[in-house]
């Protein structure tokens, strides 16, 4: 996202996450070092043999529900 998005959209962002992930975000505000390891993540998966889906699971899980919470408010 090249725009940045309105204060309705962060304030709904925001709200959509738990205390746990928007405390993280509270981090990434001021860390720089943070942030920048944000560009490269996720990584991906590598995939297992037998069902040839991503070895991650709950935290993958998490990070889908993440990204349905932010492409919700688009
Ligand atoms: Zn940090």
New binding site residues.
């Given amino acids: 996202m090249k725009i940045h998005p309105n204060d309705e959209a962060l304030e709904e962002f925001l709200l959509s996450l738990g205390d746990q992930h928007r405390r993280l975000v509270r981090?990434l505000t001021w860390?720089n070092?943070?942030r920048s390891r944000l560009v490269y993540l996720p990584r991906p998966l590598p995939l297992s043999p037998e069902t040839g889906k991503g070895a991650g699971s709950g935290y993958d899980q998490t990070v889908s529900a993440s990204r349905r919470a932010v492409s919700a408010t688009n």
């Fill in positions: 981090h860390c070092y943070c």
